[in-house]
């Protein structure tokens, strides 16, 4: 089990970007897959992006591919979402979401094991 805890949102104008990290606590945070999740004003929680452990790579929903970036550093415990070009769609609560033994891939669409308490994004149009 790992601890997360988000942070790095805030209101930005559409065309802005933001960076957000998520900051893990635990054993073994190299051996978890990491994912991003957002939830709007009476929507679902959808996935955003997510990276896996060891040689895995990264994976992102069609909505944000080329604009948002997520990277890890195992060394801090930390991962980021480096979001550009941010649009008004892309206000939300952010949650990241840590899952052991998973790929990237199937972080869209396994339930996580830990989650974090969520940052609120907000773009203005």
């Known amino acids: 089990q790992v601890q997360l805890v988000e942070s790095g949102g805030g209101l930005v104008q559409a065309g802005g970007s933001l960076r957000l990290s998520c900051a893990a606590s635990g054993r073994s945070f190299s051996v978890y897959t990491v994912g991003w999740f957002h939830q709007a004003p009476g929507k679902e929680r959808e996935f955003v992006a997510a990276?896996?452990?060891?040689?895995?790579?990264?994976h992102y929903a069609d909505s944000v591919k080329g604009r948002f970036t997520v990277s890890r550093d195992n060394d801090k415990n930390t991962v980021y979402l480096q979001m550009n070009s941010l649009k008004p769609e892309d206000t939300a609560v952010y949650y990241c979401a840590a899952k052991k033994f998973v790929t990237s891939q199937a972080m869209a669409i396994t339930m996580p094991d830990d989650w974090g308490q969520g940052t609120q994004v907000t773009v203005s149009s």
């Open positions: 990276i896996g452990w060891g040689r895995d790579g990264t």
